[in-house]
């Protein structure tokens, strides 16, 4: 059974950093793309940032610049490191395989304010 543990939330202020991180337990980590995804309230959940299974990055325009996405196979970890966060950015993240239909985490809350 396919588990994603995310952890590294926290309130921020704007400007700030936070480093997120997401433990997947799949097998086949290595080869599958990974992304991070979030929720803030009363909006749909949006994929914020992939990384295929080479490396390669894709990033939602709002985000370009500010996050950065990694990923350490031998740990099966994912990484989301957050920078210049604004206020915008408050909202529930979440990992997963794209196009998977692997079952959410609980995900973690990010909150940007002052």
């Known amino acids: 059974q396919v588990q994603l543990v995310e952890s590294g939330g926290g309130l921020v202020q704007p400007g700030g950093s936070l480093r997120l991180s997401c433990v997947a337990s799949?097998?086949?980590?290595?080869?599958?793309?990974m992304g991070w995804y979030r929720q803030a309230p009363g909006k749909q959940r949006e994929l914020v940032a992939t990384?295929?299974?080479?490396?390669?990055?894709n990033y939602v325009d709002s985000v370009k610049g500010r996050f950065t996405i990694s990923r350490d196979n031998a740990k099966n970890t994912v990484y989301l490191q957050m920078d210049s966060l604004k206020p915008e950015d408050t909202a529930v993240y979440y990992c997963?395989?794209?196009?998977?239909?692997?079952?959410w985490g609980q995900g973690t809350q990010v909150t940007v304010s002052s």
């Open positions: 990384i295929g299974n080479l490396g390669g990055t």
């Open positions: 799949i097998i086949s980590f290595k080869i599958n793309a």
């Open positions: 997963n395989v794209p196009t998977s239909a692997y079952a």
